[in-house]
């Protein structure tokens, strides 16, 4: 907050005042930053923290589950959360925990914020000490993906079971609003400068009812959209409508993860069980073209073998916005895409890869391969591997975050 000066009758003691105070350091002061990436490690419920481009070498170690016994004596005295938890585990976590999904770091890089899908919950890690500053349990029984404004100032959390986005402060956890999505909230994304808040519901994915005869057992599929000073919504999108009108009612209408153009004036998304992604025109609101990706023969066609209905799941875009990063996620590659003439590049080996991002440099796409407890970067050029670099037990997101220069990890761990 700007200090209001003081009246100069004050003399030599204001003179005083005023030298301590500048001895104070404020947010023109702050410490300088160092840009790194975050990789949640799902099943170990822990965050490697590796350089943002050049080596991607391995930094630091952060255990976002400090308070687990707490979380685990909790919830095993609580019966409704008990099977929630339980079935976290026999469902989306594949016989594991879930305890990490999404991470972003605090403006001034000092702590790590991460959704724990397990506990239900969202906390602030201080990357100084390594322990909870603040704790938001959401509504219902699982957190899942987020989004953070481009301010770095709120955070936007799914809550699966009680289809709600969670709004909070990034500094606080005070929550400064929410809203209704479609069954199964799962990506977020801020477009437009922050004033508009995208939400994609995928509906139920953890049931053995694939067969597009049971579509209708899956529920409410769609796109919410939301004004980000109101949380009003200003749009519903629909993709069974928009697939129906380019002619592919096959497709499942639960969008996946997602990618805009630069001016956001276009999307791209990936759909359960489809093995590429589609092209959405946001101004005329209609899909414009379909890319669809090889298969790997090794992979069974049955769709209750792929993971929570993910065919492919991961997608981002160079910062050109002239090329896209494509995880395949079951068919175990990922692929650089031209967006001009959605031409793909070489396949590049992957072990279920389970996101795709961008480097702080630009210059490559990062997926996380979940399969073999690494993270590969591809050089968005060539579409060619650049290095991959281990982590820890089953990668999924990779986000770009800040921390302190100089700093090798919390004293605690």
């Keep these: 907050m700007p200090k209001t000066p003081l009246p100069r009758s004050l003399g030599l003691v204001c003179a005083g005042l005023v030298t301590a105070a500048l001895a104070v350091p404020t947010p023109t002061s702050a410490a300088p930053l160092r840009e790194v990436m975050f990789v949640g490690n799902n099943w170990d419920g822990t965050a490697d923290v590796i350089a943002s481009g050049g080596d991607f070498a391995r930094i630091a170690r952060v255990n976002v589950i400090p308070d687990r016994e707490e979380r685990l004596r909790e919830i095993y005295l609580n019966p409704i959360k008990l099977i929630f938890f339980l079935g976290i585990r026999n469902g989306p976590g594949e016989g594991h925990d879930q305890f990490v999904d999404d991470m972003y770091t605090t403006p001034d890089g000092t702590a790590v914020v991460v959704s724990r899908p397990s506990f239900a919950d969202v906390v602030s890690i201080d990357l100084a000490t390594g322990r909870v500053k603040w704790r938001f349990p959401v509504s219902g029984f699982r957190s899942d993906h987020m989004a953070v404004s481009p301010d770095g100032r709120r955070v936007a959390v799914s809550a699966s079971t009680s289809n709600t986005v969670h709004v909070l402060d990034i500094t606080t956890g005070q929550q400064v609003g929410s809203f209704a999505t479609g069954d199964k909230p799962h990506e977020n994304v801020f477009t437009d400068g922050g004033t508009r808040l995208w939400n994609m519901s995928i509906g139920e994915v953890n049931t053995d009812l694939d067969d597009p005869g049971w579509d209708f057992t899956k529920g409410d599929r769609r796109i919410t959209v939301v004004d980000t000073t109101t949380f009003r919504q200003v749009e519903v999108i629909d993709m069974r409508q928009r697939l129906d009108a380019f002619g592919r009612s096959d497709l499942s209408d639960a969008v996946r993860p997602v990618a805009f153009t630069p001016d956001w004036s276009t999307l791209y998304f990936q759909l359960s069980f489809f093995n590429g992604f589609l092209e959405y025109d946001v101004a005329a609101d209609r899909i414009t073209r379909l890319k669809e990706l090889p298969k790997n ?113 919390p004293s605690g761990r």
Excluded at 304 to 324: F, I
């Design 297 to 409: 023969p090794n992979t069974s066609e049955d769709r209750t073998t792929w993971v929570n209905d993910s065919r492919h799941h991961g997608l981002s875009m160079s910062p050109a916005g002239d090329k896209l990063c494509v995880a395949g996620t079951m068919d175990d590659y990922a692929v650089v895409v031209d967006r001009a003439s959605l031409r793909e590049g070489p396949l590049v080996p992957a072990s279920k890869p389970y996101w795709a991002t961008v480097s702080g440099d630009g210059r490559s796409c990062v997926i996380s391969e979940s399969g073999a407890d690494q993270v590969t970067a591809i050089d968005f050029a060539t579409g060619r591997k650049v290095v991959s670099v281990r982590v820890g037990d089953h990668p999924q997101r990779v986000r770009i975050g800040h921390v302190p220069q100089g700093w090798t990890g």
